[in-house]
């Protein structure tokens, strides 16, 4: 489909709580809810950060070596085959946050499957403090090219660092997704609202107790916080991103980089 016959996109966004250290059940359980979205035709479908191990790297018992346990590989695993054949009968993006095996551990990531379920990349978390050290850290902020523009991907607390959000805007993403599963709370919201207005973005921040997208000019799409379904759904119009950044007094126009020196 043309980038110019899909303005408005359908986003899902998983909202459950996974359970902790249970591969197999997480696994079910989102295959469950993915029959669930299915009828809503979305466009593109995230889940929690890690939702397949229930982020496991919370338990203290849980060390760098042996989080591997946890992880799977995207090429083999069940589940990430499951997730590749659900988004190619349904014709959606899927977004799935797990912990990804790596030669040197393992990595808190975002597995990126488009409309033909094919793995088309992935994402590692960049900022891993506390517990998040466990991960093997990633490296770079790639820009994805999708058929209905290009987008990127920040993981839980790669949100509160602003360079994140700019650099993917600046490196031509129309939308982020958010897998999250720490804080959510009010300040939470200030952060969201403030990510997206001062970059001209819309940012789907997914939960497992909230979903939460915030648009271009930083203005609420949808926040939902309830149990019941286990996801929610909402459409956002990237043609109101793209006229924003065509206005020659948008923030990312009327930038000074030639000033912004330590």
């Known amino acids: 489909m043309p980038q110019s016959d899909l303005q408005k996109i359908r986003i899902a966004q998983v909202r459950a709580y996974p359970k902790k250290g249970d ?26 950060e890690c939702f397949l191990d229930g982020y496991v790297v919370t338990r203290p018992e849980v060390t760098r070596r042996n989080l591997r346990r946890y992880a799977i590989d995207p090429e083999t695993s069940e589940i990430a085959l499951a997730v590749s054949a659900w988004a190619r009968k349904h ?3 899927v977004i799935l946050g797990c ?17 033909r379920g094919r793995m088309v990349g992935t994402y590692d978390k960049i900022h891993c403090r506390g517990h998040d050290r466990k991960f093997v850290i990633g490296s770079s902020l790639p820009v994805f090219k999708a058929d209905f523009g290009r987008f990127g991907i920040v993981i839980c607390a790669d949100r509160r660092w602003p360079e994140s959000i700019r650099t993917l805007a600046l490196g031509g993403a129309e939308v982020i997704f ?31 107790r909230q979903s939460l997208v915030t648009d271009a000019k930083g203005n609420i ?40 020196r330590l």
């Open 23 to 48: 591969v197999q059940t997480n696994s079910q359980r989102l295959l469950e809810i993915l029959e669930q979205i299915a009828p809503q035709h979305p466009d593109i479908v995230i889940t929690p």
């Open 91 to 93: 014709k959606a993006w």
């Open 99 to 115: 912990t990804r095996v790596l030669p040197g551990g393992a990595a808190n990531s975002a597995v990126v499957y488009n409309r």
């Open 178 to 208: 958010n897998p999250t599963y720490g804080q959510h709370d009010e300040k939470n919201m200030w952060v969201m609202h403030t990510r997206s207005f001062e970059s001209e973005i819309p940012i789907a921040f997914t939960h497992p």
């Open 221 to 260: 799409v949808i926040n939902e916080t309830f149990a019941i379904p286990p996801f929610s759904v909402c459409e956002i119009n990237l043609s109101n991103v793209r006229a924003l950044r065509k206005d020659k007094n948008s923030f990312l126009n009327q930038r000074h980089p030639e000033t912004y």
